[in-house]
DNA sequence: GTTTAAATTAAACGTTTGTTTAGTTTTGCA
DNA sequence: TGCAAAACTAAACAAACGTTTAATTTAAAC
């Protein structure tokens, strides 16, 4: 799908609002209005407000798709190395596209029936796949315990990241942050959590319970 | 405070509507349909939507409340077991009262300014304090490392609970556990996500990174 | 039994919602 | 230049929203 500048902007203009205000909380005309587009322009455009919706996940899923099949190439890693390469790169997405992965956590929960949340499962899906691979491969080296629940593994790393990610201005107000700049708490996040969840997934992956 | 049976009822139905469907995608109307009580005497006991939603907020936590103060005061466990112990009483809680971990979810990323903001950050703060007392008695003890991210380590124990309760319906589809027993699966969400969490905080506080 | 307050109702209030219409302007092509 | 298609607009649409009103029923107190 190849959109305009026009649609481009209305596209990342409902991606933001959305995040911050929820679907229903979000008016298309409020959209229209941070967009500077008419209202009409947006069911000219999209169809609806549930299909823009759709549109807007469409394009960032298959961008994610595009990063998981250019992820873990290098042979040449360790399935250790492999998995904290995955883990950077996981954080490196969801930090960057703050606003998009704001929207998954709540359409997850709420639409379980619609295409948007069909998108979402079937990325995850590919995602397990990919560390189930590594994990089988590091295994077999004797790396790797043998007991690894990889849905679990996943739900950690996401929910961490999650949690984090949209509960940020609570983080700072905890660690007494509020101060800092923005441009360096973020990259703050970003080390931060990449370290700790890689403390972690080396224990459920290396030490014996 | 202390209600009616008929504004239990309506809290109560508000309280899932609000998780299922989000604030601003539950009417009042819807609730009181299923509240079966009038809409008038949604405004008439609570003033208003958003009032309703502070009320509904305020008799869950000081539910909280009133368990944060009960919880580990045996002095004979060592700080190892009360972390456990506090796990276990987390994850009960979170999975009893689903809905309203939804509801604060979602909540706590829409309305950063709002009075149901601020007691959500208030309980954390103190649930901080808690968990903090505890690792300073183990870290004096010896038995913990010196450098522990107290607020990471709360990230991670409430982001998988939340993650995996919140999207419950696709871990099951990723287990293949569709046709498991409703009951039987929440008893093991709770088995599975506590031996989980445990492992993961003893490796936090234990081992040497 | 009468009185007064609380509880409850159906209806209406004024907004806001997402969407459509009908008309106008702009664009690209012959 | 002329013309059809696409882009765009202001206005109107019906439906749904949260809330209020005014009237009625129920409950409690004297």
Redesign the pocket.
């Known amino acids: 799908m190849e959109y305009?500048d026009?649609q481009l902007q209305i596209l990342d203009v409902a991606e933001r609002l959305f995040a911050e205000h929820g679907f229903d909380g979000?008016?298309?005309?409020?959209i229209a209005k941070d967009a500077d587009?008419?209202?009409?322009?947006?069911?000219?455009y999209f169809g609806?407000?549930?299909k823009l919706l759709e549109a807007l996940f469409i394009r960032r899923v298959s961008e994610i798709r595009l990063q998981i099949e250019n992820t873990v190439q290098n042979n040449a890693l360790s399935p250790m190395d492999k998995i904290y390469q995955l883990v950077d790169t996981y954080i490196e997405r969801m930090v960057n596209r703050q606003h998009f992965h704001k929207l998954v956590v709540r359409e997850q929960m709420l639409r379980k029936e619609s295409p948007v949340c069909m998108q979402i499962i079937e990325t995850k899906k590919k995602n397990q796949e990919l560390i189930r691979s590594i994990i089988k491969d590091g295994q077999n080296q004797g790396a790797f315990k043998n007991d690894v629940d990889v849905p679990l593994m996943m739900t950690t790393m996401i929910g961490t990241a999650n949690q984090l990610i949209t509960t940020q201005h609570i983080y700072r107000e905890l660690n007494n942050l509020q101060d800092m700049p923005e441009e360096i708490f973020q990259e703050n996040l970003k080390k931060k959590l990449s370290q700790h969840l890689k403390t972690i997934f080396k224990a459920i992956l290396t030490y014996e319970a």
């Open positions: 305009s026009k979000a008016s298309v005309r409020d587009v008419n209202v009409a322009m947006i069911s000219y609806s407000k549930e």
